[in-house]
């Protein structure tokens, strides 16, 4: 069983679409939506979920009210502004969950409480079993929730004996996205050929460098502007990292979205484009 990761340094490069398209193509796999924060792979794979869990990955302090004293100590000692002045009430929005409040209580007035912060779903896609998840708006700690959908595809995929593990992850170089990478056989990074592609590229790479993992490289809309595409040929390459596939920028692409569809059903030359990314995949992986 083999995992790829797909990351890009910057959203809007093209990631999802290239992920759900590839998800067409490999045999035998599971499917995982890492960008918890903003998933939407959702829209081209369909899916059915079949259970949903709920995700408690933050905590929030509780008050007692009837063991307070209105002694001041949590309020003297909270560094977020999260207690009120004058009658030491828990802001929930501005509560980070540090728990100092709930040590320096004398009385025992306060504990700290798990709180619901996004979902999981097990379901079954156009092409085999998916997990994904949705971080709630606003809530923290969104590389938790990255973590369990990766457990939790790789539960499925032992369970059922799968070839693969494709997982769409998370954009930038944060929490969410070291996440995404930890125990991957292989990184794909999807980029653009712009200025900020080619700077969060560059940042990305060093991720992937720093955690020793090996990566290939997808250009996405090269020919929106050949220059900048060429430099990212050539950067990449210094840094070991093969190209995989160039993808024009083409109407097939923006009509296919339109329709929830993906493209390599549309266009014979986007889909040999893509054929050759499971060909290098294999062939690195030794598969």
């Not at 903003?38 to 709920?54: C, M, R, T």
């Not at 002045?85 to 802001?91: G, N, S």
């Not at 070839?163 to 990184?187: E, F, H, Q, R």
Request: hydrophobic share 35%.
């Amino acid at each position: 069983m083999k995992e790829i990761t797909v990351i890009s340094g910057k959203g809007g490069t093209g990631k999802t679409t290239f992920t759900a398209n590839l998800a067409s193509l490999l045999e035998d796999l599971v499917v995982g939506d890492c960008d918890v924060d903003a998933p939407n792979l959702h829209l081209l794979l369909n899916p059915v979920n079949k259970n949903e869990i709920i995700h408690k990955g933050a905590k929030l302090a509780v008050k007692n009210q009837a063991r307070c004293i209105d002694c001041g100590l949590c309020y003297d000692n909270c560094r977020f502004n999260a207690i009120t002045a004058d009658d030491f009430q828990i802001k929930n929005l501005k509560c980070e969950g540090c728990g100092v409040c709930v040590e320096v209580c004398p009385t025992k007035a306060l504990r700290m409480e798990a709180i619901e912060t996004g979902s999981l779903y097990e379901a079954e896609s156009k092409f085999g079993d998916m997990i994904h998840a949705r971080l709630i708006p606003g809530a923290d700690n969104s590389g938790k929730l990255v973590s369990e959908v990766k457990k939790k595809a790789s539960e499925v995929a032992k369970k059922k004996n799968k070839d693969w593990i494709l997982i769409d992850g998370s954009p930038g170089i944060g929490c969410p996205v070291i996440a995404s990478l930890t125990g991957s056989d292989m990184a794909i990074l999807v980029t653009e050929p712009t200025k900020s592609g080619f700077s969060d590229l560059k940042r990305v790479i060093e991720v992937v460098h720093h955690f020793n993992i090996p990566a290939g490289l997808v250009i996405n809309k090269y020919d929106l502007n050949e220059e900048i595409s060429d430099q990212i040929e050539t950067y990449c390459k210094q840094e070991n990292i093969e190209l995989f596939t160039k993808l024009p920028y083409s109407r097939v692409i923006v009509e296919s979205l339109k329709r929830g569809e993906i493209f390599v059903d549309n266009n014979q030359d986007l889909r040999k484009r893509m054929i050759s990314v499971k060909s290098k995949l294999i062939k690195k992986l030794e598969v």
